[in-house]
């Protein structure tokens, strides 16, 4: 935490010691709450730049995601305003965007840095990191250095996922974890990921039961189950950075009549809790789901 700024907030201390549930059992991962917080972190220049702050925790590691504010405390730009003229011909504005600007100004306040904010986030999450193989496309000369796409070079918490021990997803092809039906539309999604410096969310499945080592039973794409997640994904300098979050176990899937497997998807009455757009995006205190965040003190 040496780049940050300003003092945790006092409820830091506690958030990630492991707490018993009711029945006196420790609480699962699965269940671990994520947390909101603003902060001012330290830039390579010497200077500081206020973050909205999110964490969750898996079972061995805390994943930080950090949304950046480089204008001044909150400064907004391309602001919606309405105007309206009342019975004397007066013109008034309506800013639309009062009440998230009003809160995103006092978030730059020493007091309003100092607060947290949890929600329970109840689906497993797990993150991966893959090469980077335009670089390896480069110095290779070769369009094909992995015709089955990037390999994971890191992974953590992926057994809450899928039946795959995360020593093994070493080196491994990330696109092979993949339902078939699904393995060109993440391709493209990793070509726009690369191309780009925004962080980007997408939804597909992976197999539930993946041909990871030889040897293993063989479950075939037809009778494997399929694990919907929801993913927020970057391009850094070392290749992708992947953020998976469960949101369901989708049955073997069916064909469509042209012999294709159909994509899985979920209920569209699913409780799934806050997605990770959501957790990234949402102000608490302006928040549209308000009951789904908790003021820690």
């Not at 008034?92 to 840095?113: I, Y």
């Not at 689906?123 to 670089?135: S, V």
């Not at 369009?143 to 057994?159: C, E, K, M, R, W």
Request: proline share 5%.
């Amino acid at each position: 935490m040496d780049f940050v700024a300003d003092p945790l907030p006092e409820a830091y201390k506690e958030i990630y010691k492991r707490r018993s549930t009711d029945n006196g059992e420790l609480e699962d991962e699965d269940d671990a709450d994520v947390y909101c917080w603003y902060t001012n972190l330290k830039n390579s220049s010497g200077g500081t730049v206020l973050h909205k702050m999110v964490s969750m925790k898996t079972d061995d590691m805390v994943i930080f995601a950090g949304t950046a504010y480089p204008e001044a405390s909150y400064r907004i730009h391309n602001e919606l305003i309405v105007q309206k003229i009342d019975s004397k011909g007066v013109k008034q504005d309506l800013n639309v965007t009062q009440k998230m600007m009003s809160a995103r100004h006092r978030r730059g306040t020493e007091g309003e840095r100092n607060v947290m904010y949890r929600t329970r986030n109840r689906q497993a999450k797990a993150a991966f990191i893959l090469e980077n193989q335009q670089t390896l496309t480069e110095a290779n000369s070769s369009p094909d250095v992995h015709v089955t796409g990037p390999l994971i070079t890191f992974s953590t918490n992926a057994n809450h996922l899928i039946e795959a021990d995360m020593s093994d997803l070493v080196s491994y092809p990330f696109l092979k974890l993949v339902s078939p039906e699904d393995v060109l539309y993440v391709s493209k999604y990793f070509e726009r990921l690369i191309g780009s410096t925004d962080v980007m969310f997408e939804r597909f499945s992976l197999l539930y039961q993946p041909h990871v080592i030889d040897g293993d039973i063989v479950v075939s794409d037809e009778d494997n189950q399929r694990v919907v997640v929801e993913c927020l994904g970057s391009a850094v300098a070392d290749g992708v950075v992947l953020l998976l979050r469960k949101l369901c176990i989708a049955p073997p899937p069916k064909r469509d009549t042209m012999g294709n497997f159909i994509r899985a998807t979920i209920a569209p009455d699913s409780d799934n809790g806050l997605s990770l757009f959501e957790l990234l995006s949402d102000d608490p205190s302006t928040s549209e789901a308000p009951d789904r965040w908790t003021l820690m003190n």
